[in-house]
C-alpha cells in the first residue's frame, strides 16, 4: 500500500559508509547521541523499567495476579497504589504482569517476521526471476491491507489464543521486512565491490549474507523498532476486541476490555492499563526514532508499520 | 488514463478474489466447523441434518463453486448464528454506519493535522512547534480503543455532552446522527492525524525552503498568502499521497473503534463474527471490508494523477 512512501528504500545505501565508521568512533557516536537526543534518553529508561518490571514481576509486585479479594473497585491506596479490580485483584500487580505478554509478543513476533521476511527479501531480490515473482505477488497481495486487519483476518481463520496471535501478528508483518529487505538488495545487488567478491569467486550463499546482508542492515533495524511498537498496539488491540488470549490472562487490551463495565464507578481501570501501552509504545517510537538519526535512515523508508 | 484504470481494477478484483479464496479455504482447513461446536454434542444427527442442509457434506471444491457463484451473484448467505439472517442484509445495515463514522474520522483528521502541521511549519522551533510534535509522538503511541474509552468516561460519562453509545442513521436527524459518531471519529482519527501533522509539517518545511517562495517574499509578498497560496498547495502533494494509506488505517481503526462505541458497522460485525464463529457473516464481511480498501486506494491512485497533472501512468 505504501509504495509511494518507501520507494526511496534504496537512497539509504550510501548512508551505509557507518559500517566503516572505527568501532571507537562508533561507540562514542551512539553515546553521544543518546546524550544529546533526551527523547531517545527517556525512552530507553521507560523501556528498561518496563523489561526490568516484566523479568522480576514476581518480586515487584505486592499480590498475585491473579488473587481475589472482598476490596472490589477500590481506588487506588496506599494498599493498592493503582486501585483493584471488580474481582478484587490488585491492578498494580495486574499491569505488571502485562508487560510480560505484550513485549514478549511485541518481540518475539516482530523477531520471527523479521527472519522470514528478510529471507524472502534477500531470495527476491538477489535471485529474481520466478522466485521473485513468487514472493512479489504475495506482497503485494499483503500491501492492499494495514497490518492490523491482516492480523484480525488471520485470527479470523485460525482462531483465537496466544499462539494464534503470535503467528496472525507475525504475518501481518512480514511483507514490510521483505519488502524493504528487497529493495535494498537491488541496489546494492548492483555495486562494485558485489561485483568484485563475484570476480573472486564467492559463492551466492556467502555473497548473499556477509556481503549484501550487513549493508542493508540500517533500514531493517529502524523498521524492527517501529514494528514492535505496532505489535504490541496490534496485540493489545486484539485482546481488547477478545480475540487475544484467554480471557483470565492478565493483560493490558483485556483490563481495558472489562474496565467497559465499570466507567462510571472506576476510572483507574480504564486508565492505567492504557497508560502503561502507551508509554511503552512511546518509548519505543521514542527509540525508533533516535536510531534513524544514529543510523541514517530517511524518515517513512521502513515500510508502512501499521 | 482509461487502460490504467481498466488494469487497476482488473488487479483489484484479483486481489479481492484472492482473500476471498483464501479465507474460503482457510477456514475450511483449520479444525472444527461451527456446526460441530454448535450442536455435536447435544444432538449428532441434527448436526449431520444441518450439515446437508448448508451443503458442508459436499468436497470441498463443490462447496467452493456454490460459495463462488453464490458471492458473484451478490448472495452471501445466511448467518448460521442465532436468527439466521442473511449476512447482505447485516452489511447492507453495516455499511453507512462505517462510512459516515469513517469519513468523519477523515474530516476530523485532515483539518487537525493540516492546521497543525502548518503552523508547526511556520513557527519552526518555537515551544508551540515543540509542543505539536509532542503531542504528534503521544498520538501516534495512544491505542486508538483507549483513546476511545477515555472520551467516553470525559464527554458522556462526566460532562454529559455526548452519548457514549451507540448509533442514529441519518434518516432520524443530523444532530443524533452526528452527536453518536463525534467521539468515535476522533478515537479512530487522532491517532491518525497525528502521522499527517508530521508529514505535513516536514512537507511545509521543504517547500518554504525553496526559490520561489525566495521569490514571492522577495516580491513583497503578504507573507500569509505566500504560506496559504503558494507554499499550501505544493506542500500538500505529499500529503495527498499518503490518503490511500490514510483512508485503509481510518477503516482499520473503525473496525477496533466501532467496538468500543457499540456501532454495529462493519467492523463489529466482523469481530462478533469472530466470536460467534459464524462463518458465513465472517467472510462475508471480509469480503466487503476488502472491497472497500482496495477500491478507496484505487479511487485515491486515479484522484492523485488528477490533483497533479505531472503524474502521469
Partial sequence: MAQSLSQESGAAAESLSSAEVPTTRRQHRWTYFLWRDKKALAGLLMLSLMVFGAIFAPWITPYDPNAQDYEFLEAPSIAHPLGTDDLGRDLFTRIIYGARISLFVGVVTVVLSLIAGVIMGLLAGFYGGWIDNVIMRYIDLQWAFPNFIIAVYLVAVFGTGLSNVIVAVTLAFLDDFARVTRGMVLTIREQEFVLAARSIGVSNNRILLRHILPSSAAPIIVLATISVSYAILAEAGLSFLGLGVKPSTPTWGLILSDARSFFSRAWWLAVFPGLAIMLTVLSINFLGDALRDILDVREYQGGEGF | ?313
Fill in chain 2, 1 to 313: 488514463m482509461t487502460r490504467y484504470i481498466i488494469q487497476r481494477t482488473i488487479y483489484a478484483l484479483i486481489v479481492i478474489w484472492a482473500v476471498g479464496t483464501l479465507v474460503f479455504f482457510m477456514l475450511r482447513a483449520v479444525p472444527g466447523d461451527p456446526i460441530g461446536a454448535m450442536l455435536a454434542d447435544v444432538d449428532p444427527a441434527a448436526a449431520d441434518a444441518l450439515r446437508a442442509r448448508l451443503g458442508l457434506d459436499q468436497p470441498l471444491y463443490v462447496q467452493y463453486f456454490y460459495w463462488l457463484g453464490n458471492t458473484l451473484r451478490g448472495d452471501l448467505g445466511n448467518s448460521i448464528y442465532g436468527s439466521n439472517v442473511p449476512v447482505n442484509q447485516i452489511i447492507v445495515e453495516a455499511i453507512p454506519r462505517t462510512l459516515s463514522l469513517s469519513l468523519l474520522a477523515l474530516v476530523i483528521s485532515f483539518t487537525l493535522a493540516l492546521v497543525a502541521g502548518i503552523t508547526s511549519a511556520v513557527k519552526k522551533y518555537s515551544a508551540l512547534d515543540h509542543s505539536l510534535t509532542f503531542a504528534a509522538f503521544i498520538g501516534i503511541s495512544m491505542p486508538d480503543f483507549w483513546l476511545g474509552i477515555l472520551l467516553i468516561i470525559i464527554f458522556a460519562v462526566n460532562l454529559n455532552w455526548l452519548p457514549a453509545i451507540g448509533y442514529k442513521p441519518l434518516s432520524e436527524g443530523f444532530w443524533p446522527w452526528l452527536s453518536h459518531l463525534i467521539l468515535p471519529a476522533m478515537a479512530a482519527g487522532l491517532p491518525f492525524s497525528a502521522v499527517i501533522t508530521r508529514i505535513t509539517r516536514s512537507s511545509m518545511l521543504e517547500v518554504l525552503q525553496s526559490d520561489y517562495i525566495k521569490v514571492a517574499r522577495a516580491k513583497g509578498l503578504n507573507e500569509r498568502i505566500v504560506v496559504a497560496r503558494h507554499a499550501f498547495r505544493n506542500a500538500l502533494i505529499p500529503v495527498v499521497t499518503v490518503m490511500g494509506i490514510a483512508l485503509a488505517l481510518l477503516i482499520s481503526g473503525t473496525v477496533v473503534v466501532e467496538n468500543v462505541f457499540a456501532i454495529k458497522g462493519l467492523g463489529r460485525v466482523l469481530i462478533q463474527g469472530i466470536l460467534n464463529r459464524d462463518y458465513p457473516v465472517v467472510q462475508g464481511s471480509i469480503l466487503v471490508v476488502s472491497v472497500i480498501l482496495v477500491f478507496t486506494n484505487l479511487a485515491v491512485d486515479i484522484l492523485y494523477t488528477i490533483i497533479d497533472p505531472r503524474i502521469r501512468y
